[in-house]
């Protein structure tokens, strides 16, 4: 059974930096694409970022020149490097994936078959 586990969310004060961990296990040796997701109260989840298995990557303009997607196979692992925090971007984030091998990655969140159980970040002074 696939399983995504995130951590690395806190609280920071805005201008701030984290960095976000997806371990992904149970993947008998396969790597698949994965994308980072967020939702905050009352609002609609939304894709972040993504990353192919070869490393091409997809970044939402509201995040664009702040965060950074990153994979490490040898520890079947997915971090997002998120500097330049702002308050908007306190949210749950988790990361899922869609089990695709070859091509580029997506953040359509419909497309997703396993997801983790989020972390929240919060940026607030």
């Known amino acids: 059974q696939l399983q995504l586990v995130e951590s690395g969310g806190g609280l920071v004060q805005p201008g701030g930096s984290l960095r976000l961990s997806c371990a992904v296990s149970g993947s008998a040796g396969d790597y698949y694409a994965v994308g980072w997701f967020r939702q905050a109260p009352g609002k609609e989840r939304e894709g972040v970022s993504c990353?192919?298995?070869?490393?091409?990557?997809y970044y939402a303009d509201s995040v664009k020149g702040r965060f950074t997607i990153s994979r490490d196979n040898a520890k079947n692992t997915v971090y997002l490097q998120m500097n330049s925090l702002k308050p908007e971007d306190t949210a749950v984030y988790y990361c899922?994936?869609?089990?695709?091998?070859?091509?580029?990655?997506?953040?359509?969140?419909?497309?997703?078959?396993?997801w983790g159980q989020g972390t929240q970040v919060t940026v607030s002074s």
């Open positions: 899922a994936t869609d089990l695709k091998i070859y091509g580029a990655c997506t953040v359509v969140a419909g497309r997703m078959r396993y």
């Open positions: 990353i192919s298995t070869r490393g091409s990557t």
